[in-house]
């Protein structure tokens, strides 16, 4: 089975760190890429940021708004997705979920999402 | 940047209706790069649709998607009450993709 699980959540004060794992099993992890996305409460979907495949160069984009604070990581070997997350603000409190995503254009590097993780909880408040 | 403008912001309907799910963009997208996901409550998305047309996985055949140029839509043929939730359209010709604000499906 498919199956993505996020872990490392919890409850941290602003200005400090937090890293995330997703475990992926199922399948060949290291053959495609990954996102993260979050959910703060009540809202909508928000791209996070991505890392491509290393056959793709390995590389990370991020949003504006975690840019410089926020990096993504992979270990093919474990077959795990990490985000760091560093000088949290109470803004970044939302559910985080890891995904797979389907590349469809690799030139563009467009990609859908079509396996999600049920997400980890991260709330930044003193 | 391609906005999407989903509607109606929630729709509400009974078990055995069919629902018509608007998703909008702000200018014209290729057809193969619009997707539909589901989100129940509590619970993390899933990939109902992508291309446009094409159903992931799994998905009944209930649902199906339509569409072109600016104008797509998600249409569920006789709604479950498993189908009661939050759906999301998305456009991934860009890098990264957008995604509307929304719509709730909700329980007459």
């Known amino acids: 089975e498919v199956q993505m699980v996020e872990s490392g959540g919890g409850l941290v004060q602003p200005g400090r760190s937090l890293r995330l794992s997703c475990t992926a099993s199922g399948f060949t992890f290291g053959d495609y890429a990954m996102s993260w996305f979050r959910q703060a409460p009540g809202k909508g979907l928000e791209w996070v940021g991505f890392?491509?495949?290393?056959?793709?160069?390995?590389?990370?984009e991020y949003a504006a708004s975690v840019k410089g604070r926020f990096t993504i990581s992979r270990d093919d070997s474990k077959s795990i997705a990490y985000l760091q997350m560093n000088s949290l603000k109470t803004e970044d409190t939302a559910v985080y979920y890891c995904t797979r995503d389907k590349v469809v254009n690799f030139d563009y590097y467009y990609y859908y999402m079509d396996v999600w993780g049920k997400g980890t909880t991260v709330t930044v408040s003193s | 940047e391609i906005v999407l403008t989903q509607s109606p912001g929630t729709l509400s309907l009974s078990p055995g209706e069919g629902a018509t799910l608007s998703c909008r963009a702000s200018q014209s997208v290729s057809s193969s790069y619009l997707a539909w996901y589901q989100q129940k409550r509590g619970q993390a998305p899933r990939l109902l649709i992508y291309g446009t047309y094409s159903r992931a996985t799994g998905i009944p055949d209930r649902f199906s998607g339509s569409g072109s140029g600016t104008d797509f839509t998600l249409t569920i043929s006789r709604l479950e009450p498993e189908d009661f939730a939050v759906y999301y359209c998305q456009h991934y010709g860009s890098s990264p993709g957008s995604f509307g604000q929304g719509t709730k499906l909700e329980i007459k």
């Open positions: 890392i491509r495949r290393k056959a793709s160069g390995g590389t990370t």
